[in-house]
């Protein structure tokens, strides 16, 4: 009992008070049917306005149909093996996985499990985790219209046209999913990805015959009650979830009155929503550009979500805070210094679902190349890479010379460390939390050299499995760092709990004579016991693939040291490692077969070295062999 309580009162110090009452009024309205009232099912069919006054009134967008794109046109096999899979129900979920799911798919199958959800039920009484029905993304997936982009891409590239093909689609999707019924009214994040999505195809099929005055009514009254669920929803992601769920949320209101002008309540809505989102990049984008996911891939969708806003602001003679476009190069200086410059990826580091809203290249999702060009090119006009991307925003970029990383970047606020020496990266995570923690992860090491990710993040797998696979992916045996007694550096609870935040952490990255060394340390353990530090010294020799790491854990007591070394198996002959203990003891390396997740849903057999100690005191000698 007293641990429960401190547990509950942690977790009221870590999320406030706000958090849990607000968490507690919502369970109550939900269970006295208060979301029924307000998220009304089978609405009043209205007409807004005729298909004939939007196409000749059009608000600004990107382009306005295709035939005004200026982007020259190029046929590629592996677009074209996408939209053959595609048109046969082969979809690529969470950008990887191919899965049959058939042509005549009603979106509330899931298709991992063979689960379907009943689309009678109102939304608040779908339940979101559930071991009999499985992970409910995998049911969001489709239906948040990403998958259009290719065919909107091969239409474009191939000039066949799709757009029976799409709004065949689309009218499916709303005769099958009643307005506020069924699991894809569940996330207002995934309502209003759709509604971007499905926006993004009207106006590249605008002149298309087979968008009909009955279809364009249809699908504005939907738009419009999507719209008014994700308004009248709003505090549960700003207060609750407040990721990038609420970004996406504000940012599809503060578009309702650019996009649908003629729509009810959006000028209000779109008022608040502009308000809201410059709130949430404020808080949300740390001062030196990190981000307060903690995840490589949560980050990218942040940058897709400026590029959509900054570009519409601009196109409607609007601004935002100065603060959004500091923010906004921020994240971008960022991501940029954490980028392979060889292969185009990032570190594989903190939660990872899959996420790419707009995909308008080919690359393959781990790279980031064009993402970050978007925003770039939005922001400054200009790009690295030559992508047909920036030309569906409308902007047609100059190419400029790549600008290499500096040596050392410190990035203090979020807490990561990265040393670039010549094609080589060492990417070190050593942060303090004053927003939610998602993995135990801190003072992991990644080390690239040459495009190749030789010690790397293993990944978050699935957010829905096993309580064994959730503890190996998201706790410290998952990652390149130093366990005590197994524990991981706070208490997993559930979900998306941590307990017993790592509130002290403090680094520095310099530049010596021949070396680069970073110096940091964590208080971590609470759950073991008071004044646990890992302190990790790590020494990369200049020019040369060689590193030597410290690690010392103060106030450890009778707990042993388990450090782990997540190898890429395809290279492991390459990479040499070593340790020591404080008397000059070899550890003896324990190499046992462990999961990597590049990509959500997907786990593959990796190798981990682990090396184990009743000393306080460990020495690390790598070497890779290019």
């Known amino acids: ?29 939900a269970k006295l049917g208060w979301q029924k009232k307000a998220f009304p099912t089978n609405p009043d069919f209205k007409t807004y306005i005729s298909l ?18 200026k982007l020259p046109k190029q046929q590629t096999e592996a677009l074209a093996n996408t ?24 979106w509330l199958v899931n298709p991992s499990t063979g689960y379907r959800y009943n689309s009678n039920k109102h939304w608040s009484e779908i339940q979101d985790l559930s071991t009999e029905a499985g992970d409910i993304k995998y049911v969001w997936e489709k239906a948040r219209f990403s998958y259009i982009y290719d065919i909107i891409r091969y239409d474009y590239h191939y000039n066949e ?41 009207l106006y590249y099929y605008k002149d298309s015959p087979h968008l009909t005055e009955a279809l364009f009514s249809k699908i504005m009254h939907t738009i419009y009650w999507q719209i008014h669920h994700v308004y009248h929803n709003i505090n549960f992601s ?68 400026l590029t959509w806003a900054i570009q519409l602001a601009k196109l409607n003679g609007e601004q935002f805070n100065p603060k959004v476009y500091e923010r ?36 393959d999702y ?9 925003l770039r090119a939005v922001l400054n006009g200009y790009t690295y890479n030559e992508s047909e991307s920036a030309h569906w925003y409308g902007i047609q970029p100059e190419t400029k010379a790549y600008q290499t990383p500096d040596t050392l970047n410190s990035y203090t606020k979020g807490g990561y460390y990265i040393m670039q020496d010549g094609n080589t990266k060492t990417f070190i995570r050593c942060g303090k939390y004053k927003d939610r923690p998602f993995q135990s992860d801190n003072l992991h090491i990644d080390i690239w050299a040459n495009g190749i990710n030789y010690l790397r993040d293993n990944g978050s797998y699935k957010y829905n499995t096993s309580q064994e696979e959730l503890n190996y992916f998201n706790g410290c045996e998952g990652h390149n760092t130093v366990s005590v007694g197994k524990a991981d550096q706070m208490l997993k609870g559930g979900r998306f709990i941590w307990y017993y935040w790592v509130k002290k952490a403090k680094a520095s990255l310099q530049k010596k004579a021949n070396t680069y060394e970073f110096d940091g340390n964590i208080k971590a353990f609470a759950q073991l016991g008071n004044n646990i530090v890992h302190r990790r010294k ?83 000698s790598i070497q890779i062999n290019t």
Request: neutral net charge; glycine residues 4%; aromatic residues 16%.
């Open 538 to 620: 790590v020494t990369k020799i200049a020019t040369e693939n060689r590193w030597e790491i410290q690690d010392i854990v103060q106030n450890k007591k009778e707990h042993a040291l388990y450090q782990y070394w997540h190898v890429h198996p395809d290279h492991f002959d390459k990479v040499n490692i070593s340790t020591k203990d404080d008397q000059g003891n070899e550890l003896k390396p324990l190499v046992e077969e462990t999961w990597f997740s590049g990509y959500y849903g997907i786990k593959e057999k990796s190798l981990r070295i682990t090396f184990t100690t009743e000393r306080s005191n460990m020495t690390t």
């Open 161 to 201: 046209d799709k757009s029976a093909f799409v709004f065949s689609e689309i009218e499916s999707f709303i005769d099958k999913n009643p307005i506020n019924q069924g699991p894809n009214y569940k996330c207002s994040q995934e309502i209003s990805l759709r509604t971007l999505n499905w926006t993004f195809a």
């Open 238 to 305: 700003r207060i609750t979830v407040r990721n990038n769920h609420a970004i996406t949320e504000t940012l599809m209101l503060y578009l309702s009155a650019k996009l649908f002008p003629f729509l009810p309540n959006v000028q209000k809505w779109s008022k608040h929503g502009k308000k809201w989102f410059e709130q949430e990049i404020a808080y949300q984008i740390y001062e030196d550009g990190t981000f307060l996911q903690f995840s490589m891939n949560y980050h990218r969708v942040v940058v897709q979500l």
């Open 83 to 106: 939209f053959q899979d595609i048109e046969n129900g082969i979809f690529t979920f969470f950008n990887k996985s191919k899965l049959t799911i058939g042509t005549e798919y009603n």
């Open 52 to 69: 004939k006054e939007w196409s000749e009134n059009i608000p600004p967008f990107f382009f306005y149909g295709k035939n005004s794109l």
């Open 1 to 29: 009992m007293i641990q429960k309580i401190k547990k509950i009162s942690n977790l009221i110090s870590n999320m406030g008070a706000r958090y849990l009452f607000f968490r507690i009024f919502y369970t109550i309205k």
């Open 328 to 363: 906004a190069q921020k994240s971008l200086d960022f991501l940029d210094n954490c980028t392979d410059p060889v292969s185009g990826k990032l570190p594989n580091y903190g939660s990872n679902d899959g996420a790419l809203f707009f995909k308008l290249t080919n690359d």
């Open 366 to 374: 781990r790279i980031y190349t064009s993402q970050l060009d978007d």
